[in-house]
């Protein structure tokens, strides 16, 4: 147990610290409480990128989750997730059960304004191609 969490009442947990997130948080940015529910097998929305950083943590079944310069890895519920945001794509976002929904709730700090998400394209994915790392075989 660290220094920290032994002065917490029972029943509260830290999950996870990321010091360097505050960094990342645009000037003027608001903070967004976003829950994404994905049916069972969903493949989630298309790669895109976020206007902010996103802190987050699954609720529920498993989030197959990809972001552009690391490998492909599954989050479980109890599993908490970051996302810089700003230029970095997200490619993957999927529920990775196929016969369960899954959800994450998230906070997102982004200008005021600015959309959730925007996508990606074809292009621009080509081009950074060589950015994507695949999972080892």
Do not use: C, W
């Not at 097998?41 to 990128?49: F, S, T």
């Not at 810089?84 to 899954?102: C, E, F, R, T, W």
Request: net charge negative; proline share 14%.
């Amino acid at each position: 147990m660290s220094a920290e969490q032994a002065h917490l009442p029972p029943g509260v947990e830290v999950i996870t610290t990321l010091p360097e997130a505050a960094a990342r948080i645009p000037v003027g940015a608001e903070a967004r409480t976003i829950r994404v529910t994905l049916p069972p097998g969903d493949p989630g929305a298309p790669p895109h990128r976020h206007p902010g950083p996103i802190f987050g943590y699954v609720t529920e079944g498993e989030i197959l989750f990809e972001l552009e310069g690391q490998p492909p890895r599954v989050l479980k519920a109890g599993d908490a997730l970051f996302e810089p945001g700003g230029d970095v794509i997200h490619y993957q976002g999927a529920n990775n059960l196929p016969d369960k929904q899954s959800q994450l709730v998230v906070t997102m700090f982004a200008p005021p304004g600015t959309p959730v998400l925007t996508v990606v394209s074809a292009e621009e994915l080509a081009e950074r191609r060589h950015l994507r790392v695949t999972a080892p075989s």
